[in-house]
């Protein structure tokens, strides 16, 4: 039913992730993490992969991967900007300066660029309210922003 | 790793070690140290509560912070991860346990690095693995990362999830202590908890007693955010006044302007007015001034806003995260917000605050968690101590908007 397969070095990686755990699905979270780390998006057919490694069923899968927010069926850009509009953010500006960000990538917010390249959300407090206002591009995270410092970032990534 | 045993580092080790684990856990007891993630609940008191002879045994270390305002776990993740491993293997040792999870919120992928490094580093000097410095005691400890949702820093959705479920949270009793991961007895502590128990061990119960108040023990790391000069996290001793953090450790509020409001513990404690800004900071006062200490989190608002442009923030936080399992709260979220968007909207008359008031009153306690609860705490407090700011949105309310 499915080409999909996992290369060698993830069938190592996920041997180790396995090896954390007394019962099997608690390797759930970790392996929709590594598919989506190598393909940017969790298919249905990685879920069906990942369902038989478990031995659990793919709905299964899909209803768990529903309910987090990091995991996405649809192809996102290559930097994921998350800006966090939370309380200490919202206190110290950050509504004006994510209309910046989407005013500079001339996209609105939750959309992603005609390039692919950046894709811009709305995000929950990312525990860094003493750097507010800030955000989260892919892994790393950027506070203290000002709309120069969101623009030098912006330019600075390719 | 060299660093950190220059400075002493791992010596308490040797010394638990020489004692029995049950001298460990009255140690922590008699220090008086109380769960610093949020709930406030006696730390060896959690840990004696494990069911008797039921092995294996869990520890979980909570490191999903995300209760807003709150960054002082992430600044030990990644400024001092080591001693969160010590604080781990001494709980183990004092609970009988030989496994550990840190669960790491989803975001923390980086400092999942970090954790991970360290804890080869601990490997290789052989204080994880097989017969800890010669002493029979046996521990592992495995990172786990989340995948985003607030709702697992609860701790028995985070079992959930760490089992490989949809996070959402479980009835209670039976309490984790008695089954909780794999259905075994598990000890969940947060972050900083765990950090503390090195220094318990090394100097002695008393003299971490000796910090503090009467009820609220030793020190306690405070995230000051929001409107102040000088935002960051500062430890603290136990009953500091709230005005020392804001006007002296924090450098007082930008631009000079007035204070106007404090969330003491985190978005899901009930927010101060700036006339109590000297309540000590620990349990008890906090608990008397209506509000609680909560994560640690102080979040300051100066009087250049509208308290109901913050409240209703918050509520769109909630309403994200709800999980869905408890009607009142999965419904409860959304009315909230689509009222208090509706007051912002000059779309509101009066009888609208009744309706908040009667609406959350239908959420508290009577969810499996308390993320109703958190909810609830904004919008009765700013209703009870700015209800003016609610009166400044029904001035100007066109005719003709309300059928």
Redesign the interface.
């Known amino acids: 039913m499915s080409d999909y397969k996992f290369t060698e070095d993830q069938e190592k990686e996920i041997a180790g992730i396995l090896a ?11 392996l ?2 590594l598919v989506q780390r190598a393909d940017q998006v969790v298919s249905p057919e990685a879920m069906v992969v990942i369902s038989k490694k ?1 031995d ?1 069923s793919p709905a299964y899968v899909q ?2 991967m529903s ?5 996405h069926t649809e192809k996102v850009g290559k930097y994921m900007i ?1 800006f966090c ?4 953010c ?3 500006g950050c509504d004006k300066l994510l209309e910046h960000t989407a005013k500079k990538l001339n996209i609105k917010v939750g959309e992603t660029t005609s390039d692919e390249k950046f894709t811009l959300h709305r995000e ?9 206002p800030m955000m ?1 591009v892919n ?3 950027y506070g203290n922003l000002t709309e120069q410092r969101i623009d030098q970032i912006i330019d600075s990534l390719d | 790793m060299k660093v950190y045993e220059e400075l002493g580092g791992y010596q308490s080790l040797k010394k638990a070690f020489a004692q029995k684990p049950d001298e460990i856990v009255a140690a922590v007891k008699a220090s008086g140290l109380r769960g610093r993630g949020g709930a406030g609940f006696p730390t060896g008191l959690k840990w004696s509560f494990l069911a008797k002879d039921v092995f294996p045994r869990y520890l979980c270390c909570n490191a999903d912070e995300s209760e807003p305002g709150t960054c002082k776990d992430r600044e030990l993740l990644l400024k001092n991860p080591h001693l969160l491993i010590e604080g781990m293997i001494l709980c183990s040792y004092a609970c009988r346990i030989e496994t550990g999870y840190i669960y790491m919120r989803g975001e923390f992928h980086d400092l999942s690095f970090i954790m991970n490094k360290a804890l080869d580093e601990a490997r290789a000097k052989g204080y994880l693995g097989k017969n800890i410095l010669g002493s029979g005691f046996n521990l592992e400890i495995h990172t786990h990362l989340g995948a985003g949702a607030y709702i697992c820093g609860e701790e028995s959705a985070l079992l959930n999830s760490l089992e490989g479920g949809r996070g959402e949270p479980r009835m209670k009793p039976p309490f984790p202590a008695v089954e909780g991961l794999y259905s075994k007895p598990t000890v969940i502590n947060n972050v900083e908890t765990l950090c503390v128990v090195p220094y318990i061990v090394n100097e002695g119960a008393e003299k971490y007693a000796a910090l503090g108040t009467e009820k609220s023990k030793g020190t306690k790391l405070v995230s000051v955010s929001g409107h102040v000069k000088k935002p960051g996290n500062y430890e603290i001793e136990m009953g500091t006044p709230t005005s020392e953090l804001i006007y002296n450790l924090a450098g007082g509020i930008q631009n000079d302007n007035k204070l106007k409001a404090f969330i003491p513990g985190g978005s899901s404690v009930p927010m101060l007015p700036a006339s109590l800004v000297d309540t000590p900071y620990d349990y008890e006062s906090l608990a008397a001034a209506g509000t609680m200490l909560g994560s640690g989190a102080l979040i300051v608002i100066d009087d250049s806003i509208n308290i109901v442009e913050a409240t209703l923030r918050l509520l769109s936080f909630y309403m994200h995260e709800s999980c869905g399992k408890c009607t009142p709260c999965r419904e409860g979220t959304r009315w909230l917000h689509q009222i208090v968007e509706r007051i912002m909207q000059n779309k509101g008359q009066l009888e609208y605050i009744e309706k908040l008031e009667d609406i959350c009153g239908n959420m508290s306690f009577k969810t499996f968690c308390p993320l109703a609860d958190a909810c609830v705490a904004p919008v009765v407090s700013s209703i009870k101590h700015f209800r003016s700011d609610y009166e400044e949105y029904f001035k100007n309310v066109p005719a003709g908007t309300i059928s």
């Open positions: 954390k755990y007394p019962v099997k699905t608690s390797a759930l979270l970790p929709l993490t478990l659990i209803s768990v309910f987090y927010t990091m995991y998350l509009i939370n309380i200490s919202q206190l110290n929950e407090c990312l525990a860094a309210c003493t750097e507010a989260r892994d790393t995270y």
